[in-house]
């Protein structure tokens, strides 16, 4: 495969090397040829008409013999110059044409390592000029994002592996069970079943989810909207989850003034996974705040607090990435897919705004803050 691809990649006669410097031969030849001619025809009558103001006195013979030496010195001296010349600027010529050969091998070869899939491979500066230069580094950009594109692909891929393996080995042995008579198929199997197949569907949506979101291709209807009505609308749908288990949901809406331009639905999803997320590590009896401050008059915060678990130091720099938990095992006994998170960061930073967790450590509870900038 590789010798293949050297083997395209190798000088062709007619290519960009041999065209230039046959296209730049025809010029000189050109322009040569035409001083040639230019020459010829113009400097002897100029010669006579001088040698006759002059008033020389020759002979009709002596001055057809004077005119004759200079045309002849003339096309000698003429020809040897253009001749010189030309070869002199077909020299430069091939020099620079090499030159301009190698560059476009080289650039050339790396795109062909990058297009096989050898991320790592980069252009060296041709050397020919900031234009060269700026292809360069594009290219090198070019394979430096297809390297981050090609690393995410595979940890997503493995990820999505290990977070099926868990629903998929749960709907096997029990469908197993009921082949071998173990278990009957009653209400509680198939709970279990359609518990397993929920959660893979919830796995997908997360996965469309994020990517779309990422990507921007997101449907987003922005209007303008209340911080405060987006915490009590975003408290009011999920008070009935907190009373359940047991968790106290308070709502702490300071003085605010302006307001957001963001897609009310959207922003309800982020409030909800951050809701979601903080029941799960609050234990019963605890309490989960929505609060709402503005730092300064360009951008509003809306804040998620708890009293659960915490969240150790270093997690916190990856609590935003696909799939990661803190705590993997007891994630998933929960139900969650590891991606609400990302799904969230991704959905604020595209309303122009950022997602941040803060917490003092284990046992401490844990913050995430929305910020959002203010419209207008």
Do not use: C
Not at 55 to 62: D, F, I, L, R
Not at 192 to 197: A, F, K, M, Y
Not at 233 to 244: C, E, I, R
């Amino acid at each position: 495969m590789t010798a293949r691809r050297e083997e395209g990649l190798a000088p062709r006669r007619g290519g960009l090397a041999a065209r230039l410097l046959g296209a730049q031969a025809l010029v000189l030849l050109a322009g040569a040829a035409t001083s040639w001619v230019v020459a010829s025809a113009v400097a002897p009558g100029i010669f006579h008409t001088h040698l006759v103001s002059a008033g020389v006195g020759h002979t009709a013979s002596e001055t057809v013999h004077v005119e004759r030496a200079f045309n002849d010195s003339l096309i000698i001296a003429l020809g040897v110059a253009l001749v010189t010349s030309v070869l002199m600027a077909l020299g430069v010529t091939a020099y620079f044409t090499r030159r301009v050969q190698r560059s476009t091998v080289a650039v050339a070869q790396s795109a062909a390592d990058i297009a096989a899939g050898q991320y790592g491979a980069r252009v060296p500066s041709p050397g020919l000029g900031t234009e060269f230069d700026q292809l360069a580094d594009t290219i090198n950009q070019l394979a430096e994002r297809l390297g981050d594109v090609e690393t995410t692909r595979r940890r997503i891929l493995a990820d999505l592996a290990h977070e099926m393996r868990t629903p998929l080995a749960s709907i096997e042995a029990h469908l197993e069970a009921v082949e071998d008579g173990v278990r009957q198929l009653d209400d509680a199997t198939l709970s279990v079943l359609h518990e397993g197949t929920q959660r893979l569907q919830r796995l997908a949506d997360d996965i469309g989810s994020v990517s779309r979101a990422e990507e921007g291709r997101l449907e987003s209807r922005p209007v303008l909207s209340s911080p405060r009505q987006l915490l009590e609308l975003a408290a009011a749908s999920a008070a009935d989850a907190f009373d359940t288990k047991g968790v106290a949901l308070t709502v702490e809406a300071g003085t605010v003034t302006g307001e957001v331009l963001v897609d009310p639905q959207r922003m309800a999803q982020v409030l909800g996974n951050l809701l979601d997320n903080a029941l799960r590590h609050t234990a019963p009896g605890g309490t989960v705040s929505l609060a709402l401050r503005q730092p300064d008059p360009r951008w509003v915060e809306l804040e998620v607090r708890d009293t659960g678990e915490g969240i150790a130091p270093e997690h916190l720099p990856h609590l935003f990435e696909r799939f990661y938990r803190a705590d993997p095992a007891r994630g998933r006994a929960r139900g969650g897919s590891g991606i609400g998170l990302t799904i969230s960061r991704a959905l604020v930073e595209a309303h122009g705004g950022g997602l941040s967790a803060s917490s003092a450590g284990p046992g401490h509870g844990a913050t995430f803050t929305v910020r959002l900038p203010v419209a207008g």
